[in-house]
């Protein structure tokens, strides 16, 4: 794990929203970001299929796509707006892969996609940020 | 609280993210619901704010819109995508009022607000479902 | 049609991708616009069934949510990114109801609902607008 | 310009609206279709700096992206919503390039990204479509 992939995990574990998640920072660099989320109990939505609920793959993509401004900007930033696709069921622990897509004086614009441990894509998304 | 909220709200309390998240269902009727999700430490994602995380609130938007398509099909439905738009911090216990707009064969489209206690729109979003 | 509607149609067929459109401003208030678009047939997306391309609809979503806030601020200001829901085929002359959610000195949100001659709503959406 | 891409060209310009967007199929293959829109003055939203109206970028990306399922189904699909992040002014000839997400039986997800005559890119988006 390289300094600013120490130094992420480090911002981001001090919300506790993020500690229940079990987030762990994999890597990180310019306009991008590689976490880790280690599954638990109460994310599953739908228990019949094992998924985890869409707030979780959400609020997952929310972060990443977030924590990908901070080489630009060295802070968390407020989310706008997020749009996510559901694109399978969200199982297990998730991998979330953020990146910078437009960073703006005022406004910028980053996703996120997830997978499962399979390495399989499960969701994807984006969100609008504001970075004045 | 009506025969149609009391069912909706087993339904609901079923899923362990539901039960973590302290729903309870106030109302509902054709194409629409309202619950209550009581506060907790967890949710915080921006603790000098005070204010709960994006997930917390884009999952709650998720859950209140999809189970304003329950009149109509009698069951949770899969969410195809969701797009939320964060309007100002969500602070301690939130009211979730869900309304479908489309409800139709194959795919249905529901809305969802967000108030705070106050009762200030703290955030509202949309998802697609798949109702076939 | 009041003061604030001609002038807002004044701005309006400024361009002439809106004069293309055959915009006409009905009413306008605080946080809201009325207008209508005038048919032809180049906007045809899928001629057999008679219906109108998606992107007409998303542009006139995204020129009613957009001068909507107007009365705010007194000018078109840019799109940050639009949501549109497809509800029914968009056939013939249209009505568009633009209504702003939420005015802030930097990012604006706003919507607008499309109907057909019959009444009939047939898409809707969102905008995020910069308004700084 | 391979078969694929003249036979997808071909379809494109049996609608109206599309001829009106001077659309050119330049390639095609499983999951992605390129094409260009050559300029005309009725695209102008805002004159003032010569860029075209966000109906046409969200109109162009709806397009391509419904484009980049015609390899798995054969046809234009229905869209059922849309998404568009407008990243820079849409000036002059504009080139998408569209690929599918997902394609699933009863619903697809695809995007396209919008660049301008520099190679620039001005805008991207995404669409959920009815494939069944």
Redesign the interface.
């Known amino acids: 794990m390289n300094e600013l992939a120490k130094e992420i995990e480090r911002r981001i574990l001090?919300?506790?929203?993020?500690?229940?998640?079990n987030i762990n920072v994999i890597d990180a660099g310019e306009g991008f970001v590689e976490m880790t989320a280690t599954y638990r109990?109460?994310?599953?939505?739908?228990?019949d299929k094992h998924s985890?609920?869409?707030?979780?793959v959400?609020?997952?993509i929310?972060?990443a796509a977030d924590f990908s401004l901070y080489t630009y900007i060295g802070r968390?930033v407020?989310?706008?707006?997020?749009?996510?696709?559901?694109?399978a069921p969200a199982i297990g622990n998730l991998m979330a892969v953020g990146k910078a897509?437009?960073y703006g004086k005022?406004?910028s614009?980053a996703e996120a996609n997830i997978y499962n441990a399979d390495g399989k894509?499960v969701a994807?998304g984006?969100g609008?940020f504001?970075t004045?």
């Open positions: 001090g919300a506790p929203f993020h500690q229940w998640m109990d109460e994310w599953l939505g739908n228990p985890s609920h869409g707030g979780i959400a609020g997952l929310d972060l968390g407020p989310t706008i707006d997020l749009r996510v696709d559901f694109l897509i437009k005022r406004i614009t894509l994807s984006r609008t504001l004045c």
